[in-house]
């Protein structure tokens, strides 16, 4: 759909910018409604360029990504990656006496942990909100016409403030699904899995996207016998073909059963505590709980007044155009509440920096979604930018491919873990030669640490052999990228 932003309607009694007060309301360059990572970015790079920053949050500065995410969530994988660590730890020789170590999990100090490094980062964040001058309200914001945003307080109190610009940033919400309602103890979202205090012995994971397969990960390598329901025909949707089968080999090995293609007809209590999951032709799942995690729902109920000349879409995201602004001039919208969103932080971030450098009147590029990176944290992790083999092949471009195990990797060999890979998709010239670099896609040890050179050739549009004169460090891990490219070049090294 496209945005063409109409005038708002903006009082002339308001104070002036940078802060001012005129008639009890206090204006500011920029309102932010919503203080998760696009809007507290949007905030903090605003208030850099000296403007008068206000931000609005319901709950805490930092949002789901901090509190019940992102944070938390990669906080728990790195508690199972150290089970596994010290699992293995007898293969290198380490135990106590003549005995291997035998890990065992206290979730509780896990969970203690959890909150320890979610509190330290946002004590840093809030930190930084106040060094920067900026007012943060705390309260729900709705975007009244004319620029006003109406704050109801936590406290019980209404306010008014107006800005120049406002930028909607409020989030999003895990999504349900009929017969699988959430009671936060038998049933949970991603929320009250991350508060849990003690592992459940058995767990339905609805949903094989990143963040399914990443509690699956997490529950699977504490101990927690883990079955995986997905809709569609394959786990991890939109990821490369062979990066998804190198993770259902994984899964399989370690017994993480994964049902694709299902279909739930909803869960039933069980007499002995649990439940028990009904779906396929009569089939049945006994578990001790059931996660729901079948992605997110924007946020915006009560964001906007019908007077704001905002649109909101049939799915209830924000009308946003590539430079985040809506439909509503002066009023843009960033993160998960945009429709082509990919719903990620680092994402959020980059589109915070594109409002403040379009305000402020300097050359900007929008966000590219085809070419983000992403990570997703699993066990084997896996990370990608670009083009799929089948996307490329869908496209009609003629493409070459190259891929490189981890298993010939010494630095691989030298931890322990050369489980993957690495892909990339390339473009054929009519001569034969190998051109711009199109997809890289990783699959393996730390990959989610390694993608920064992938991400720069595929965005830079830079060939194989441009790339291939990469010097990487040896050993390392990131030897692999490079060998890959090099291969592509006609003339590898280790890769044929």
């Keep these: 759909m496209e945005v063409v932003p109409t005038e708002p309607e903006v009082k002339t009694d308001q104070g002036a910018s940078g802060g001012g007060a005129s008639g009890g309301i206090e204006h500011f360059d920029i309102v932010v409604v919503g203080g998760g990572p696009g809007g507290y970015a949007t905030a903090l790079y605003g208030a850099a360029a000296g403007l008068a920053v206000a931000l609005v949050e319901l709950d805490k500065v930092g949002g789901t990504c901090l509190h019940r995410g992102c944070v938390p969530a990669k906080a728990f994988l790195e508690t199972a990656a150290v089970f596994r660590t010290v699992g293995s730890a007898g293969d290198f020789g380490i135990g106590t006496g003549a005995d291997k ?3 065992t999990v206290d979730f509780a100090v896990s969970q203690a942990r959890k909150q320890q490094v979610v509190d330290q980062l946002f004590s840093g964040l809030s930190g930084l909100l106040k060094g920067r001058a900026v ?3 705390n309260g729900s914001g709705t975007l009244l016409a004319g620029h006003r945003v109406r704050i109801d307080g936590t406290d019980g109190s209404i306010t008014e403030v107006t800005g120049t610009d406002i930028v909607l940033a409020p989030g999003s919400v895990p999504r349900t699904i009929p017969g699988f309602d959430i009671d936060g103890t038998v049933v949970m979202t991603s929320d009250e899995v991350l508060a849990l205090e003690h592992l459940p012995a058995s767990v339905a994971v609805i949903g094989g996207g990143a963040i399914g397969c990443e509690f699956a990960t997490m529950f699977a390598d504490l101990g927690t016998k883990v079955t995986i329901f997905e809709a569609l025909p394959s786990i991890l949707n939109g990821c490369d073909d062979d990066v998804v089968r190198t993770i259902a080999r994984s ?3 370690r017994k993480i059963d994964v049902k694709a293609g299902a279909v739930l007809h ?3 209590p069980a007499a002995k505590g649990g439940t028990v999951v009904s779906f396929g ?9 059931v996660v729901v995690s079948v992605g997110r729902r924007p946020r915006t109920e009560g964001l906007v007044s019908e007077d704001a000349g905002v649109v909101i879409d049939e799915r209830g995201f924000v009308v946003a155009d590539g430079l985040m602004r809506t439909s509503a001039a002066g009023v843009w919208a960033v993160g998960d509440v945009v ?3 990919p719903q990620l932080a680092h994402v959020a971030f980059a589109e915070a920096i594109v409002v ?3 305000i402020l009147g300097e050359p900007v590029l929008p966000v590219d979604y085809s070419r983000v990176p992403w990570a997703i944290y699993c066990h084997p992790e896996v990370a990608f930018a670009g083009m799929t083999e089948a996307a490329a092949t869908a496209a009609g471009l003629d493409i070459v491919v190259q891929k490189d195990p981890f298993g010939g990797n010494s630095r691989a060999r030298i931890i322990g873990d050369t489980e993957g890979m690495v892909k990339v998709i390339a473009e054929q010239r009519s001569d034969g030669s190998t051109g711009r670099i199109l997809g890289v ?3 393996g040890p730390w990959v989610t640490e390694q993608l920064g050179a992938g991400y720069l050739a595929v965005n830079w549009e830079a060939t194989a052999a441009e790339v291939a004169q990469f010097v990487q460090p040896h050993p390392s891990l990131s030897e692999t990228f490079g060998e890959t490219v090099l291969a592509l070049t006609g003339r590898g090294l280790h890769v044929g």
């Design 281 to 289: 032709d009569d089939e049945q799942l006994a578990v001790d709980a």
């Design 339 to 341: 429709a082509a969103s």
């Design 356 to 358: 403040i450098k379009s």
């Design 251 to 253: 899964f399989k090995k």
């Design 135 to 137: 007012t943060v309200f």
């Design 266 to 268: 909803g869960h039933a």
């Design 101 to 103: 170590l035998v890990p």
């Design 441 to 443: 896609h990783m699959v």
